[in-house]
């Protein structure tokens, strides 16, 4: 389980099962679906794991092991550990002690397991009765082998400086810092670079790099919903729209009263959607691709992928808006080729470790974060269907005072008409709710503000027009409005409570080259 779950969610958990029960229940759970290849994949690509640079690979006991950090844990811990572990980003586990007691129990921990498994035996008995079972033997005197007790990644980060050194981390380590301090101590122990400024873009396109791309790419659709709701709030219909419905905008007011309104509502919380995505393609591209995050990559990737085939939503609403379409296919090049790139080596620098209590914190909002971004999908999954088969909610049609046979019957292209708004406003949402998740999921560290100022950018420009939209028109009705003020609920808190951990100031020293 990831940190954003296991420290907000561990005094309840030890309450509810007791601490030793449920700190075996977490280890078996993630050794259960670590020892599977798929979920070992999806255990490491969901927690934003990565491989680790080439330096940190070394040996222990004459093993090569591809990142010189791992754990040590005793014998009845073994069997679990070497699966739940590499997944995590250990790259080497040690049992230890053992005697020949315990050497049945690691001959079977050894079977099928994915990473080096050494062993510190406690006489040569235990040895001689591991010796084909096992890939080597430490000693408790050897100078390389470093054991750690303290969480403090920046220790173990410098630990790791010295040549040949491995840091194995005892068990206290991880009940203490959360599974995510393998990821952390690898990225605090990684060379890097200084970022990229402006002024290296140059001006030949051929040469622009994937983060001024994605740069473009957040501007374009930031551009894109000032523009869409500046048409909304001044002449509402276009001249397409117009010849669409057959129907200018004081037909559609004498059809409907409501109807010009409803129009607006769906159009604007749209156009505060895209700003919002925007907001996350800037941040992603300014603050994580630019500076070698190599999940800031994949988040804006994953958060396009969904993005833009929601533009053939049109062939299920039958009405193709040529400006909709003509910014798609504007900015979707320029998406690949903000893809497609070689992205930058690392280029962060990371601040210093902080309070543990305020990393606590943050924890907290980053799983209210996510669990935003997870809600977020969920609405706009349903809005997509809800816009491609009914169109409407039985709130929409109270608001208009109509039943939806009666609006077909005043125009058979209004029905479809709405539903192209309200189904792109859903894939929106959703392309917007993947970058949401995944970025709190992964980028949350401490010292990167930029990943705080994304996200209340996006939350700002998403949640605010709907709420002003609703009630300048008086929809107001407080069970559709619900999710609305729940999101900006968790968002605030979520927010607030981080704040003083990724927006902490980071150390004017230089990054580790």
Same mark, same amino acid.
């Given at each position: 389980?990831?940190?954003?779950?296991?420290?907000?969610?561990?005094?309840?958990?030890?309450?509810?099962?007791?601490?030793?029960?449920?700190?075996?229940?977490?280890? +078996?759970?993630?050794?259960?679906?670590?020892?599977?290849?798929?979920?070992?994949?999806?255990?490491?690509?969901?927690?934003?794991?990565?491989?680790?640079?080439?330096?940190?690979?070394?040996?222990?006991?004459? *093993?090569?092991?591809?990142? $010189?950090?791992?754990?040590?844990?005793?014998?009845?811990?073994?069997?679990?550990?070497?699966?739940?572990?590499?997944?995590?980003?250990?790259?080497? #586990?040690?049992?230890?002690?053992?005697?020949?007691?315990?050497?049945?129990? #690691? +001959? !079977?921990? @050894?079977?099928?397991?994915?990473?080096?498994? &050494?062993? $510190?035996?406690?006489?040569?008995?235990?040895?001689?009765?591991?010796?084909?079972?096992?890939?080597?033997?430490?000693?408790?005197?050897?100078?390389?082998?470093?054991?750690?007790?303290?969480?403090?990644?920046?220790?173990?980060?410098?630990?790791?400086?010295?040549?040949?050194?491995?840091?194995?981390?005892?068990?206290?380590?991880?009940?203490?810092?959360?599974?995510?301090?393998?990821?952390?101590?690898?990225?605090?122990?990684?060379?890097?670079?200084?970022?990229?400024?402006? +002024?290296?873009?140059?001006?030949?396109?051929?040469?622009?790099?994937?983060?001024?791309?994605?740069? =473009?790419? %957040?501007?374009?659709?930031?551009?894109?919903?000032?523009?869409?709701?500046?048409?909304?709030?001044?002449?509402?219909?276009?001249?397409?729209?117009?010849?669409?419905?057959?129907?200018?905008?004081?037909?559609?007011?004498?059809?409907?009263?409501?109807?010009?309104?409803?129009?607006?509502?769906?159009?604007?919380?749209?156009?505060?959607?895209?700003?919002? =995505?925007?907001?996350?393609?800037?941040?992603?591209?300014?603050? %994580?691709?630019? $500076?070698?995050?190599?999940?800031?990559?994949?988040?804006?990737?994953?958060?396009?992928?969904?993005?833009?085939?929601?533009?053939?939503?049109?062939?299920?609403?039958?009405?193709? !808006?040529?400006?909709?379409?003509?910014?798609?296919?504007?900015?979707?090049?320029?998406?690949?080729?903000?893809?497609?790139?070689?992205?930058?080596?690392?280029?962060? +620098?990371?601040?210093?470790?902080?309070?543990?209590?305020?990393?606590?914190?943050?924890?907290?909002?980053?799983?209210?974060?996510?669990?935003?971004?997870?809600?977020?999908?969920?609405?706009?999954?349903?809005?997509?269907?809800?816009?491609?088969?009914? *169109?409407?909610?039985?709130?929409?049609? /109270?608001?208009?005072?109509?039943?939806?046979?009666?609006?077909?019957?005043?125009?058979?292209?209004?029905?479809?008409?709405?539903?192209?708004?309200?189904?792109?406003?859903?894939?929106?949402?959703?392309?917007?709710? &993947?970058?949401?998740?995944?970025?709190? @999921?992964?980028?949350?560290?401490?010292?990167?503000?930029?990943?705080?100022?994304?996200?209340?950018?996006?939350?700002?420009?998403?949640?605010?027009?709907?709420?002003?939209?609703?009630?300048?028109?008086?929809?107001?009705?407080?069970?559709?409005?619900?999710?609305?003020?729940?999101?900006?609920?968790? /968002?605030?808190?979520?927010?607030?409570?981080?704040?003083?951990?990724?927006?902490?100031?980071?150390?004017?020293?230089?990054?580790?080259?």
């Amino acid at each position: 389980m990831p940190d954003w779950t296991y420290h907000p969610l561990r005094g309840a958990a030890a309450a509810v099962f007791g601490l030793r029960r449920s700190q075996r229940t977490a280890l +078996r759970l993630l050794a259960s679906v670590g020892s599977r290849p798929a979920g070992a994949r999806l255990i490491a690509r969901g927690f934003g794991h990565r491989h680790p640079p080439e330096r940190l690979a070394g040996e222990i006991a004459g *093993v090569p092991v591809t990142v $010189r950090i791992g754990i040590s844990v005793p014998p009845s811990l073994a069997r679990e550990t070497v699966r739940a572990m590499p997944p995590l980003g250990a790259g080497v #586990v040690e049992v230890a002690p053992v005697s020949a007691a315990d050497a049945q129990i #690691v +001959r !079977e921990a @050894a079977v099928g397991r994915s990473i080096p498994m &050494v062993v $510190r035996a406690c006489d040569p008995e235990a040895e001689a009765a591991l010796k084909l079972h096992v890939d080597g033997f430490t000693r408790s005197d050897d100078p390389h082998v470093v054991h750690v007790s303290d969480p403090s990644v920046s220790g173990a980060a410098a630990a790791l400086d010295e040549p040949g050194a491995v840091v194995l981390a005892r068990t206290e380590v991880l009940v203490a810092a959360g599974p995510g301090w393998f990821a952390r101590v690898t990225e605090a122990a990684t060379p890097t670079a200084p970022a990229p400024v402006l +002024r290296d873009v140059g001006r030949d396109p051929r040469r622009w790099p994937a983060w001024w791309w994605a740069l =473009i790419v %957040g501007l374009g659709m930031t551009g894109a919903g000032l523009g869409a709701a500046a048409i909304t709030l001044g002449p509402v219909l276009l001249w397409y729209d117009r010849d669409y419905l057959g129907m200018t905008l004081d037909d559609l007011h004498a059809a409907n009263h409501h109807l010009v309104h409803f129009l607006q509502h769906d159009r604007i919380t749209m156009a505060g959607t895209m700003v919002a =995505i925007g907001a996350l393609y800037t941040g992603l591209a300014m603050g %994580g691709i630019r $500076r070698g995050w190599p999940w800031a990559r994949e988040v804006y990737l994953l958060s396009g992928a969904l993005g833009f085939p929601a533009l053939f939503y049109f062939l299920a609403t039958g009405f193709v !808006e040529p400006l909709h379409t003509a910014t798609a296919l504007v900015l979707f090049p320029m998406f690949l080729l903000g893809v497609r790139r070689s992205p930058h080596g690392p280029r962060w +620098r990371l601040a210093p470790e902080g309070p543990e209590p305020e990393r606590r914190r943050a924890l907290v909002g980053q799983l209210l974060m996510i669990l935003t971004g997870a809600g977020l999908f969920i609405g706009g999954a349903v809005i997509s269907v809800v816009g491609l088969t009914d *169109v409407f909610v039985p709130t929409d049609l /109270t608001f208009l005072g109509v039943d939806a046979h009666t609006l077909d019957t005043l125009n058979p292209r209004l029905a479809p008409f709405l539903a192209h708004d309200r189904a792109g406003f859903g894939g929106a949402l959703m392309s917007a709710a &993947v970058a949401i998740v995944l970025l709190s @999921a992964w980028g949350w560290r401490r010292g990167e503000a930029w990943v705080f100022w994304t996200l209340a950018a996006a939350g700002a420009a998403g949640f605010l027009p709907a709420v002003v939209v609703h009630g300048s028109i008086h929809y107001t009705d407080l069970i559709h409005l619900a999710p609305v003020y729940f999101g900006i609920a968790l /968002t605030a808190t979520g927010l607030l409570l981080a704040r003083p951990y990724l927006c902490a100031k980071v150390s004017a020293a230089s990054p580790k080259t």
